[in-house]
């Protein structure tokens, strides 16, 4: 099952913070982020590993709450170029084998 | 350095054809991965490997048929092609010693598929 994203879609202004949630149903070895602008292929942001987090950028960061199996990553003064559809993946029988949302398109206006 | 590479990047074939799509790494990654990008539904994983001669079915997998007989190729075939495999194809290879954090899966830039 795929995990779920919210919410589906967001505009911000440059400089805003911003919140996408993802929960599954099942028990999660790993949630990984991708990021994937428009004609483009998605591109790894970061992974949080059970037990410990991972953070890949650096004004993108993200939590993982193994009990209530959610993830959030959090966008901070958000910039144009963080425009993009955002996917989180989880894992629950191994960090290979990812299952993703179907994303969240965020949109970032001057 | 020529990472990942999928050909052909557009298809449009017809019903009932068979279509072979290619993936190639130059990465010596052991994990390869084919998934389909469809509006609504994300990137869903059709099948994906572990080595050479080891693949197995992730979500969508019927329809679909895959080999990996070089550690580099990871080729998709649709045996016989449907309108509703009509879809943006993306391979991606990763391994557990890639990048600066383990388990990043590298994207191709994609097949568009259009079956008519």
């Known amino acids: 099952q795929q995990p779920v994203q919210s919410p589906q879609a967001v505009i911000l202004r440059e400089g805003e913070d911003a919140v996408i949630n993802c929960s599954s149903s099942?028990?999660?070895?790993?949630v990984h982020w991708y990021r994937q602008k428009h004609g483009e292929a998605p591109v790894f942001l970061m992974i949080l590993l059970k037990g410990g987090e991972q953070k890949g950028h650096e004004k993108i960061s993200a939590s993982f709450n193994e009990k209530k199996q959610q993830s959030s990553l959090y966008l901070t003064a958000s910039q144009l170029s963080y425009s993009g559809t955002y996917f989180c993946?989880?894992?629950?029988?191994?960090?290979?084998?990812?299952?993703f949302g179907t994303g969240t398109k965020l949109q970032v206006i001057p | 350095d020529a990472g990942i590479t999928q050909s052909p990047r557009y298809k449009i074939t017809e019903t009932g054809r068979q279509v072979t799509l290619m993936c190639h790494q130059t990465w010596s990654h052991s994990y390869m991965f084919w998934y389909r990008q469809d509006l609504g539904h994300g990137l869903r994983l059709i099948y994906y490997?572990?080595?050479?001669?080891?693949?197995d079915k992730g979500e969508v997998p019927d329809g679909y048929v895959v080999s990996r007989s070089k550690t580099e190729n990871f080729p998709l075939t649709l045996e016989s092609a449907t309108r509703s495999q009509t879809s943006v194809y993306f391979c991606?290879?990763?391994?557990?010693?890639?990048?600066?954090?383990?388990?990043?899966?590298?994207f191709g830039p994609g097949t568009r598929l259009t079956v008519t």
């Open positions: 490997s572990a080595a050479a001669d080891i693949t």
């Open positions: 993946g989880s894992s629950s029988g191994g960090y290979q084998k990812v299952t």
């Open positions: 991606a290879s990763s391994d557990a010693a890639s990048g600066r954090y383990s388990y990043e899966q590298y």
């Open positions: 099942k028990a999660l070895y790993s």
